[in-house]
């Protein structure tokens, strides 16, 4: 079975272990959001489809007076998310990155392609913080998660050198 992107996320995350709609948000905005993101939008409907297909079951397990919903994998949803995981296809590599698209049609406004690439930068170090703080309590939880954030930290501090050395270079032509 084709599992459709945000399937593949909260297919992901329940394998980590038991959630709810609410706990799959908070794990993906600690973890994937850098370079996968699922908004509650996504993650609720596509919950649902999946329970309307089998991959998913879900217990109502309320707290107090709080309703709530925990999701468990079914063998199917282990099964279809195997065989994503082992599937030998072309992997989609999709990007947003609005100071990349700035960057790109910078030749309409030249006199503001420096500011636009300080931004670019100011961002990746941003985030290159976030990364850095979670970095050592990553380290021994899982080797999948901490190889993925290794690669984030990786290219998140080449784009920060790349807008170093361009924004020098670009000062350099402009004297």
């Given at each position: 079975?084709?599992?459709?992107?945000?399937?593949?996320?909260?297919?992901?995350?329940?394998?980590?272990?038991?959630?709810?709609?609410?706990?799959?948000?908070?794990?993906?905005?600690?973890?994937?959001?850098?370079?996968?993101?699922?908004?509650?939008?996504?993650?609720?409907?596509?919950?649902?489809?999946?329970?309307?297909?089998?991959?998913?079951?879900?217990?109502?397990?309320?707290?107090?007076?709080?309703?709530?919903?925990?999701?468990?994998?079914?063998?199917?949803?282990?099964?279809?998310?195997?065989?994503?995981?082992?599937?030998?296809?072309?992997?989609?590599?999709?990007?947003?990155?609005?100071?990349?698209?700035?960057?790109?049609?910078?030749?309409?406004?030249p006199e503001q392609?420096?500011e636009n690439i300080?931004?670019?930068r100011a961002v990746?170090?941003?985030?290159?913080?976030?990364?850095?703080?979670?970095?050592?309590?990553?380290?021994?939880?899982?080797?999948?998660?901490?190889?993925?954030?290794?690669?984030?930290?990786?290219?998140?501090?080449?784009?920060?050198?790349?807008?170093?050395?361009?924004?020098?270079?670009?000062?350099?032509?402009?004297?």
């Amino acid at each position: 079975m084709e599992l459709s992107p945000t399937a593949k996320v909260i297919c992901g995350m329940i394998a980590f272990g038991r959630r709810t709609g609410y706990e799959i948000k908070q794990f993906v905005d600690k973890t994937t959001s850098n370079f996968w993101s699922a908004s509650y939008g996504q993650i609720y409907p596509e919950l649902k489809r999946l329970e309307d297909q089998g991959l998913v079951v879900g217990r109502e397990e309320p707290t107090g007076e709080r309703a709530r919903t925990v999701y468990d994998l079914t063998p199917a949803g282990q099964a279809a998310l195997e065989e994503w995981l082992t599937a030998d296809r072309v992997l989609i590599d999709e990007s947003r990155d609005e100071g990349m698209l700035k960057l790109f049609f910078s030749d309409v406004v030249p006199e503001q392609r420096i500011e636009n690439i300080r931004a670019m930068r100011a961002v990746h170090e941003r985030k290159l913080a976030v990364l850095r703080g979670i970095e050592e309590q990553t380290r021994f939880v899982r080797t999948g998660p901490y190889l993925t954030l290794q690669l984030g930290i990786g290219v998140t501090e080449f784009v920060i050198n790349w807008c170093e050395e361009t924004e020098r270079r670009l000062l350099a032509e402009e004297s």
